[in-house]
T-cell receptor, first 117, second 113 residues
Framework: DAGVIQSPRHEVTEMGQEVTLRCKPISGHDYLFWYRQTMMRGLELLIYFNNNVPIDDSGMPEDRFSAKMPNASFSTLKIQPSEPRDSAVYFC???????????????FGPGTRLTVL | GQNIDQPTEMTATEGAIVQINCTYQTSGFNGLFWYQQHAGEAPTFLSYNVLDGLEEKGRFSSFLSRSKGYSYLLLKELQMKDSASYLC??????????????FGRGTQLTVWP
């Protein structure tokens, strides 16, 4: 398997523009996570899906952020309008069906480095 | 709330042993992960502890004490390639669903020749 795939790898945009980040999870994984990593705050969970359904979006910073998972093999994270403080590395991760009781290893994509000028 | 504390930086020499400590406070706790993250790369899974005690996996071992809210990652026979950030990650207990992960800020380990 190719692992978790994210695109683009780098994005530079201007304040006020719409940004769309894309993720393809590992085939057979039914959990998908979106994280943001900054020097100041470390790695933070934004939202996660199970079987394409959003389970916990309490980490989404504000209404400018939205995430969708239209099918098992694709998810998007959209920021509209973008602001300089959104500059960060955004990771997508997936994990296999939960066996119950034990933690599930998460497999991370390479990340998208977003710079908002 | 969630609070995870680990040292910001550590240094060691090749061939040595290093222990990275982590204390956590979570409102509901299921287990403790350690992830490794090289500069500019994605985090990768190292270990998972749900029971008290030591789990050994090659050169890496991880320990958990649930009563003390404490874990450590032990790296033996250090190699240059072990220079990375090590993330302590607490998994919350959500009952019938997968627990949410809370990441520490990471300990940047530098291994010198």
């Amino acid at each position: 398997d190719a692992g978790v795939i994210q695109s683009p790898r780098h994005e530079v945009t201007e304040m006020g523009q719409e940004v769309t980040l894309r993720c393809k999870p590992i085939s057979g994984h039914d959990y998908l996570f979106w994280y943001r990593q900054t020097m100041m705050r470390g790695l933070e969970l934004l939202i996660y899906f199970n079987n394409n359904v959003p389970i916990d979006d309490s980490g989404m910073p504000e209404d400018r952020f939205s995430a969708k998972m239209p099918n098992a093999s694709f998810s998007t994270l959209k920021i509209q309008p973008s602001e300089p403080r959104d500059s960060a590395v955004y990771f997508c991760a997936s994990s296999p069906p939960w066996a119950g009781g034990l933690g599930n290893e998460q497999f991370f994509g390479p990340g998208t480095r977003l710079t908002v000028l | 709330g969630q609070n995870i504390d680990q040292p910001t930086e550590m240094t060691a020499t090749e061939g040595a042993i290093v222990q990275i400590n982590c204390t956590y406070q979570t409102s509901g706790f299921n287990g403790l992960f350690w992830y490794q993250q090289h500069a500019g790369e994605a985090p990768t899974f190292l270990s998972y502890n749900v029971l008290d005690g030591l789990e050994e996996k090659g050169r890496f071992s991880s320990f958990l004490s649930r009563s003390k809210g404490y874990s450590y990652l032990l790296l033996k026979e250090l190699q240059m390639k072990d220079s990375a950030s090590y993330l302590c990650v607490a998994e919350s207990d959500r009952g019938s669903t997968l627990g949410r992960l809370y990441f520490g800020r990471g300990t940047q380990l530098t291994v010198w020749p």
